[in-house]
């Protein structure tokens, strides 16, 4: 989603007044809806700056990735809330209803504060709520892909960005498998929305196949993209920008393998390289 702006270009000593595609930014609150001793309770989990689009992939994939739900299908409806508001008529306020609260804990999870589009987890409050607790290790021996799909990535990822050619302003992330198919693509202002709403959409259609499948990200790769693609047993993540340390040690921790500086003709293997097949 974007908006027209009006703006003075400036080319060597020449100015111009043009109109400029701007992506929208816009917050959403979103909320988790389940039963308590028999009684409905409605909490709000985050306020989270966004693209507006595919809030429904967002939420559910931001559940899924925080552990708050277990599986996808604990989602029993997804609903859109309050009045259409601001300059893009949109509703900024969304619920998803649960139909297994067993074992949730809101305490845990909930965020009170404004989670910013470029880090979601800056703000959190200790480092226990960062870590989502993973007791399992990926296994190594998949997927495999080939340096020629991964070169190709960050092509496959721009063509796929319908928002970012118009904007220039924008992150996405893509499942793409051995073969160099992309399966779906999600984009956001924020990267960790644009991989909640993959992630969201992809478990929703059954499109994951861990055997042959990896992530493909716009910009840096840091902690929390990482952690969210570790809660799909995605084996494979690569980035056209640089890791933060800690989304190294986190990859190298759980079996991850982490490329970034993804480029035509190089990248950099930071964790398990066992898994890039270099020879043509």
Known sequence: MDIK????????????????????????????????????????????????GNDENLISGFLFNERIIQNINEIENIEKKGEKVGDYNIQNKIEATINNSKNID????????????????????????????????????FPKINKKTILKSPELLMNEQSEFSKTGGIHASSLIDSKGNVIATRE????????????????KNKLIDNSSQFIACSGRLNFELVQK??????????GVGAPTSLAIDLAKRFGMTLLGFVKKNSFNIYTNK???????
């Open 5 to 52: 702006y009006n703006v003075t270009k400036l080319i060597d000593n020449n100015t111009e007044d043009i109109k400029d595609s701007v992506s929208v930014e816009e917050p959403l609150e979103m909320s988790l809806k389940f039963k308590i001793n028999g009684k409905w309770q409605t909490e709000i989990l985050s306020i989270t700056m966004r693209t507006p």
């Open 106 to 141: 809101i305490g845990k999870f909930k965020r009170n504060f404004l989670t910013n589009s470029s880090c979601g987890v800056c703000g959190k409050t200790s480092l226990d709520t960062i870590e989502v607790i993973k007791n399992e290790k990926l296994n190594l021996s």
């Open 188 to 203: 956001d202002v924020g990267r960790h929305n644009a991989l909640d709403k993959l992630i969201g959409h992809v478990h």
């Open 229 to 238: 693609g570790l809660m799909s047993n995605i084996g494979f993540m690569a």
């Open 274 to 280: 066992e898994r890039v097949i270099l020879k043509n």
